[in-house]
């Protein structure tokens, strides 16, 4: 009997406002969620609800000054946390660790008895925060503190981060950058903002080799994504053999993603998903946790999240 997909989600994520004509807003979720109860993978997957991550949690990728700095911003009325688009209400604080937590559940059903694969439908998005940074729309890296629980908890050495949202995670980098044990792939546009991600960004001291950047021209598609996937991100992972692996889901490659110029279909997120799934299966003891990241047309999004969701039920 094979074990049912956990697609975890709160609707809390939807109290996050993040203002009048920002890109990463509530309808993101609220649009994908309404189509995929519209398809018959809602029927397949199995439901579940996140608790709020406790700050312990935080500062395993985190500073604590950072964690405080944040807290004490939003509970006085901040509505800004990072120069323009990083922008935070009241409940911003509640669906943030929402956010973190979906991971930590996520992690729990992929690393525990269970071992199943796991879609985290969150916002804010996490993979732009820093050690002490919040940015781009991102408040804390849910992913990081995913993969460093993953370690903690359930005693998992290797953990392979597999990042394809369009842009550069340039917090996941920053925290993983001297960390032998987390592999953090990317393929993103480059240039784009944030500016880094360059192929010699390879990570420093025991870290060396363990940070892969793919930098994407403008205008490439599925054939580039595939040839990377091939010659560049597949040997890299066979060669670290992770334990878990772990996907950034940004869907803001897509052809139809108004923040960038990357000719990616939907269908493009199932190849995708199942590439990877192949170059880990002889190496992984533990499920998949895929975590929502950018995406920013509703439909795309939409539709890219059920072909991506559809190939990580077994
Ligand atoms: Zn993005």
């Known amino acids: 009997m094979p074990s049912r997909t956990s697609f975890i989600y ?21 649009t994908m969620v309404a189509h995929l109860m519209t398809t018959d993978l809602w029927q397949k997957l199995d439901h579940a609800r996140p608790e709020e991550a406790k ?10 000054h950072y964690v405080e ?41 992929a690393c525990g008895k269970e071992k199943r694969n796991v879609f985290c439908a969150v916002r804010p998005p996490g993979h732009h925060a820093m050690t002490s940074r ?47 044990t987390v592999l953090y792939v990317s393929l993103h546009q480059y240039p784009l903002w944030p500016g880094t991600g360059s192929a010699s960004e390879v990570g420093e001291g025991p870290g060396t080799g363990f ?14 994504y595939a040839a990377a996937f091939r010659d560049t991100i597949r040997p890299a992972l066979k060669k670290f053999g ?14 139809s993603d108004p923040l960038a110029n990357i000719n990616l279909d939907s269908t493009t997120f199932a190849m995708l998903t199942r590439m990877l799934r192949d170059a880990v299966a002889t190496s992984t003891t533990c499920g998949v946790v895929s975590v929502l990241e950018g995406g920013y047309d509703m439909h795309a999004l939409a539709e890219s999240v059920e072909q991506h969701v559809s190939q990580l039920i077994v």
């Open 242 to 255: 992770p334990q878990l692996l772990m996907i950034s889901a940004g869907f803001d490659a897509h052809k």
């Open 69 to 109: 700095w944040v807290q004490k911003s939003i509970a006085e009325g901040e509505t800004l946390l990072d120069e323009g688009d990083t922008r935070v209400c009241r409940e911003s604080w509640r669906a943030a660790l929402l956010g973190v937590g979906s991971v930590l559940q996520g992690v729990e059903v």
């Open 10 to 30: 709160h609707p809390d994520a939807l109290l996050h406002n993040t203002g009048p004509g920002h890109p990463e807003r509530r309808e993101r979720l609220e």
């Open 134 to 180: 919040a940015m781009g729309f991102c408040l804390f890296n849910n992913i990081a503190i995913g993969a460093r629980t993953a370690q903690k908890k359930h005693g998992v050495e290797r953990v392979a981060i597999v990042d394809w949202d369009v842009h550069h995670g340039n917090g996941t980098q920053e925290i993983f950058w001297h960390d032998p």
């Open 211 to 224: 940070t892969v950047n793919c930098p994407m021209a403008p205008g490439s598609g599925e054939k580039e």
């Open 55 to 64: 700050i312990d949690d935080l500062t395993l990728a985190h500073a604590k």
